[in-house]
Protein backbone atom coordinates (compact mmCIF):
# COMPACT_ATOMS: atom_id res chain seq x y z
CA UNK A 1 0.00 0.00 0.00
CA UNK A 2 1.25 3.59 0.27
CA UNK A 3 2.73 5.33 3.48
CA UNK A 4 3.03 9.17 2.62
CA UNK A 5 6.58 10.54 4.46
CA UNK A 6 7.82 14.49 4.02
CA UNK A 7 11.12 15.99 4.79
CA UNK A 8 11.26 19.61 5.08
CA UNK A 9 14.60 21.14 4.11
CA UNK A 10 14.46 23.76 6.51
CA UNK A 11 12.13 25.33 9.32
CA UNK A 12 10.52 27.92 7.50
CA UNK A 13 8.80 25.28 5.41
CA UNK A 14 6.61 24.07 8.02
CA UNK A 15 4.03 26.30 7.62
CA UNK A 16 3.56 26.29 3.70
CA UNK A 17 0.14 25.26 2.11
CA UNK A 18 1.69 22.00 0.27
CA UNK A 19 2.83 21.13 4.16
CA UNK A 20 -0.58 20.95 5.35
CA UNK A 21 -2.04 19.41 2.16
CA UNK A 22 0.35 16.77 2.31
CA UNK A 23 -0.31 15.87 6.21
CA UNK A 24 -3.70 15.79 5.24
CA UNK A 25 -2.60 13.03 2.67
CA UNK A 26 -0.88 11.08 4.91
CA UNK A 27 -4.00 11.04 7.71
CA UNK A 28 -5.88 9.64 4.54
CA UNK A 29 -3.14 6.88 3.58
CA UNK A 30 -2.71 6.12 7.30
CA UNK A 31 -6.87 5.64 8.05
CA UNK A 32 -7.32 4.06 4.91
CA UNK A 33 -4.59 1.42 4.08
CA UNK A 34 -4.51 -2.02 5.75
CA UNK A 35 -2.93 -2.34 9.76
CA UNK A 36 -0.30 -4.71 8.45
CA UNK A 37 0.73 -3.05 4.91
CA UNK A 38 4.76 -3.49 6.00
CA UNK A 39 4.01 -6.76 7.45
CA UNK A 40 5.81 -8.37 4.25
CA UNK A 41 2.99 -10.24 3.02
CA UNK A 42 2.80 -7.74 -0.70
CA UNK A 43 4.86 -4.96 -1.83
CA UNK A 44 4.23 -1.30 -0.49
CA UNK A 45 5.37 2.26 -1.03
CA UNK A 46 6.96 5.06 0.79
CA UNK A 47 6.35 8.31 -1.73
CA UNK A 48 8.77 11.13 0.89
CA UNK A 49 8.35 14.30 -0.53
CA UNK A 50 11.40 16.06 -0.16
CA UNK A 51 10.61 20.21 -0.06
CA UNK A 52 13.91 22.29 -0.77
CA UNK A 53 14.82 24.75 1.99
CA UNK A 54 17.57 26.60 3.70
CA UNK A 55 19.05 23.54 5.23
CA UNK A 56 18.33 20.89 2.83
CA UNK A 57 18.20 20.67 -0.75
CA UNK A 58 17.83 17.35 -2.78
CA UNK A 59 20.79 16.52 -5.27
CA UNK A 60 18.26 15.66 -7.15
CA UNK A 61 14.99 16.72 -9.41
CA UNK A 62 11.75 14.17 -10.27
CA UNK A 63 12.12 10.81 -8.35
CA UNK A 64 14.38 8.76 -7.23
CA UNK A 65 13.95 5.14 -6.12
CA UNK A 66 15.32 4.82 -2.47
CA UNK A 67 15.75 1.97 -0.11
CA UNK A 68 14.08 -1.17 -0.62
CA UNK A 69 13.07 -3.65 2.27
CA UNK A 70 13.19 -7.24 0.93
CA UNK A 71 12.47 -8.44 4.63
CA UNK A 72 9.08 -6.09 4.89
CA UNK A 73 8.76 -5.73 0.82
CA UNK A 74 8.49 -1.94 1.17
CA UNK A 75 10.52 0.79 -1.66
CA UNK A 76 10.88 4.47 -1.10
CA UNK A 77 10.46 6.59 -3.71
CA UNK A 78 11.81 9.98 -3.40
CA UNK A 79 10.14 12.75 -4.93
CA UNK A 80 12.30 16.37 -5.23
CA UNK A 81 9.47 19.02 -4.59
CA UNK A 82 10.31 21.82 -6.68
CA UNK A 83 9.42 25.18 -5.21
CA UNK A 84 7.17 26.47 -7.51
CA UNK A 85 4.57 23.55 -6.24
CA UNK A 86 4.65 25.21 -2.63
CA UNK A 87 1.27 26.67 -2.73
CA UNK A 88 -2.17 25.49 -2.05
CA UNK A 89 -4.11 25.64 -5.48
CA UNK A 90 -2.03 23.09 -7.32
CA UNK A 91 -1.30 20.87 -4.78
CA UNK A 92 -4.15 18.46 -5.05
CA UNK A 93 -3.00 17.37 -8.58
CA UNK A 94 0.30 17.82 -7.63
CA UNK A 95 0.31 15.07 -5.01
CA UNK A 96 -1.76 13.00 -6.69
CA UNK A 97 0.29 12.85 -9.61
CA UNK A 98 3.17 12.55 -7.90
CA UNK A 99 1.99 9.10 -6.13
CA UNK A 100 0.59 7.56 -9.18
CA UNK A 101 4.22 8.34 -10.78
CA UNK A 102 5.82 6.84 -7.38
CA UNK A 103 2.88 3.58 -7.69
CA UNK A 104 4.81 3.26 -11.21
CA UNK A 105 7.94 3.27 -10.58
CA UNK A 106 7.51 0.96 -7.32
CA UNK A 107 5.60 -1.60 -9.35
CA UNK A 108 8.62 -2.05 -11.89
CA UNK A 109 10.95 -2.83 -8.74
CA UNK A 110 8.49 -5.21 -7.49
CA UNK A 111 8.05 -7.01 -10.83
CA UNK A 112 11.84 -7.04 -11.07
CA UNK A 113 11.97 -8.98 -7.76
CA UNK A 114 9.04 -11.03 -8.09
CA UNK A 115 6.91 -9.44 -5.07
CA UNK A 116 3.42 -9.28 -5.27
CA UNK A 117 1.96 -5.28 -5.45
CA UNK A 118 -2.19 -4.56 -6.02
CA UNK A 119 -1.20 -0.97 -8.31
CA UNK A 120 -5.41 -1.10 -8.31
CA UNK A 121 -5.48 -0.99 -4.33
CA UNK A 122 -3.25 1.62 -4.76
CA UNK A 123 -4.86 3.72 -7.40
CA UNK A 124 -7.97 3.09 -5.04
CA UNK A 125 -6.33 4.91 -1.81
CA UNK A 126 -5.11 7.81 -4.42
CA UNK A 127 -8.46 8.50 -5.34
CA UNK A 128 -9.65 8.72 -2.14
CA UNK A 129 -6.47 10.73 -1.05
CA UNK A 130 -7.64 12.93 -3.95
CA UNK A 131 -10.93 13.44 -2.96
CA UNK A 132 -10.86 13.89 0.24
CA UNK A 133 -8.36 16.61 -0.19
CA UNK A 134 -10.71 18.08 -2.88
CA UNK A 135 -13.70 18.15 -0.20
CA UNK A 136 -11.62 20.14 2.69
Known amino acids: MIAIGIHTGGPELSNIPLVAVLKKAMTVAKRH ?13 NPVFVLPGSVYKPDFEGFKI ?19 KFDAVSSVDYITQALRESIELASKVFAEKKI ?3 KERAEGLILEIAATLRSN
Open 33 to 45: RDPSYDSGQEGWV
Open 116 to 118: NFS
Open 66 to 84: GHFSRKEKGVVVTIAVPPS
